[in-house]
């Protein structure tokens, strides 16, 4: 239980602190908008419009994935330059000892 | 308080196991995500004209955080690999868009060679995009929801294995403050 709600915990606050982030709202809406509207240019003048609603949600689900590589690359490092990293290295530390 | 209160050895050597740390932060960037997923959609209709029609609403409101988690914790697995080396961050950009090709969001699973089917399998994303897809247009999108976060799941135990193994090596090498 108490596992669970420090999961949650985590995923509320880096929720909140990366819709606080510009920059990375910004990079999760614009790619993603630039594949797809040359998907649906493609489509398009592949005279296939009944396939547009299939591949916009191809295009939605690469702006999920694009964002989460963004973030899962960044992960680490952000800790890092947070400060964080240390704390968590040296908690993990005193419990292995 | 915690020293009078004797429990300050308790909470202290009561150690919140990493995966806890990094996994939350990888699912939080995939929530991110329908950020981009409501922009895309709404650019189509706006842009584009596409009509917004969802055959199965339930499933595809099911299909949507399913596929959300099996992403994030494919994230979560990757960044577990990222503690041994400082700068494997860079290997994120280089799978953006092999991802992209082979798990059929833009390009369907059938024009592409056959040993890239294999490979698609393996990747939550491919299943993910097939549940929202029949979701939407109509199909049976159950079994593919079920694969996505199974397979979420498997990338949570190899991330939490890799983890600990490469967390314990950076410290071996006494290399984790300059991984």
């Given amino acids: 239980v108490t596992g669970l709600r420090v999961f949650f915990v985590g995923l509320r606050f880096h929720v909140k602190a990366l819709t606080h982030s510009v920059f990375f709202l910004l990079t999760s809406i614009f790619m993603p908008l630039l594949v797809a509207t040359v998907a649906y240019y493609m489509y398009r003048a592949g005279n296939q419009s009944g396939s547009l609603l299939y591949v916009s949600l191809g295009a939605a689900v690469y702006g999920i994935w694009s964002s989460t590589l963004f973030g899962s690359g960044g992960a680490i490092q952000w800790q890092r330059w947070q400060g964080r990293w240390r704390y968590w290295s040296r908690r993990r530390r005193r419990s292995s000892s | ?179």
């Fill in chain 2, 1 to 179: 308080v915690a020293t009078l209160a004797g429990t300050l050895e308790v909470l202290v050597s009561a150690p919140t196991p990493f995966v806890l740390v990094i996994a939350p932060l990888s699912l939080a960037t995939s929530v991110i995500g329908i950020y981009s997923l409501v922009s895309t959609l709404v650019w189509g209709r706006l842009a584009f004209g596409i009509p917004f029609h969802v055959a199965h609403w339930l499933a595809f409101v099911v299909a949507v955080p399913a596929t959300i988690l099996g992403l994030g914790l494919l994230g979560f697995a990757f960044a577990s690999t990222f503690v041994l080396y400082r700068s494997a961050n860079a290997l994120s950009n280089m799978l953006e868009w092999p991802v992209l090709l082979v798990t059929g969001m833009l390009v369907p699973l059938s024009l592409l060679p056959g040993w890239a089917g294999p490979i698609a399998w393996l990747l939550a994303p491919t299943w993910g995009v097939q549940a929202i897809r029949e979701a939407a247009l109509g199909g049976t999108p159950w079994p593919d929801i079920g694969v996505t976060i199974g397979l979420g799941l498997v990338y949570l135990a190899i991330g939490a294995v890799c983890l600990r193994h490469f967390e314990t090596a950076a410290r071996r090498h006494a290399t984790l403050s300059l991984t």
